[in-house]
């Protein structure tokens, strides 16, 4: 599996269905020693469990899929059904997040992924302008291209934007740059994360509900590489911005940033 920053977890309530559609667009490459999903439970023995799954509703199944011709990693989380709590709206949600992908034909890869899973909400496919063809699965956005490489967008609302510019900026010590945008929402792309991973700040994004965590489909967690790791820690307590899920080590950790966003931060090599 390829260490990128174009990994992403996605809540789901039907793993195998997802598994079935994405395969559509090449993610056909499943982690080594995980060819049936990972169980975790939040209850004693399970260490793992014990790190994840509380902030999931206790009960999860992973499994973690690669597509090697893009180098894109999806973590598929499927939520205990008596866990699983709606979505506020259709809308992103702040710490949303789209994922570009590349295919070779954008709308008869959106149909061979309807056919792949008829059981899973696909949305009605439409023009990204220029990004491609976007939709949404059961919450998750997603845009399929016909060329170029693959991105990852974020989501927050105005509101919820300056604290989470600060975070970004002042925490994890990434810089912004303002980026054009053909549906008028402000841009920004994050600098010198590994890839291509923009920012998009909109009205229309609305703040997850208190105590929702990432327990409603399309719920996710991304990744950034190269934080400046040395004195986050501080800087963290000192903005009160958000928590950690697993504190830095060996290059790696996982934080809550100020809208709830889960991210994992991983150093290049």
Request: net charge negative.
């Amino acid at each position: 599996m390829l260490h990128t920053v174009y990994h992403h977890g996605i809540s789901v309530r039907d793993l195998a269905a997802w598994r079935d559609a994405i395969a559509v667009l090449g993610f056909t490459a499943i982690e080594p020693g995980a060819q049936t999903p990972r169980h975790y439970r939040n209850v004693e023995g399970d260490q793992i469990g014990r790190y994840i799954a509380w902030w999931l509703g206790d009960e999860i199944r992973t499994h973690f899929i690669e597509n090697p011709a893009t180098g894109q990693q999806i973590d598929l989380v499927e939520i205990a059904s008596r866990s699983l709590r709606p979505r506020r709206t259709d809308a992103p949600l702040e710490g949303d997040t789209t994922i570009g992908v590349p295919v070779d034909d954008p709308a008869a890869a959106y149909e061979a992924m309807r056919a792949a899973a008829p059981d899973l909400a696909f949305g009605e496919a439409v023009d990204a302008g220029e990004d491609g063809v976007g939709f949404t699965v059961e919450g998750q956005r997603m845009v399929l291209m016909p060329e170029g490489s693959p991105w990852t967008r974020v989501h927050y609302g105005a509101a919820g934007w300056p604290k989470a510019r600060d975070f970004y900026t002042g925490v994890l010590g990434f810089a912004l740059r303002p980026q054009s945008s053909e549906t008028g929402a402000a841009r920004f792309l994050i600098e010198d994360c590994g890839g291509r991973v923009e920012v998009e700040v909109s009205e229309a994004t609305a703040c997850p509900g208190e105590g929702d965590g990432k327990m409603y489909l399309g719920g996710n967690h991304f990744r950034l590489l190269n934080p400046d790791w040395e004195g986050i820690e501080s800087r963290l307590t000192q903005s009160g911005l958000g928590s950690w899920l697993w504190q830095p080590r060996n290059g790696f950790a996982q934080i809550f940033g100020p809208s709830g966003e889960s991210i994992e931060l991983q150093s290049a090599e």
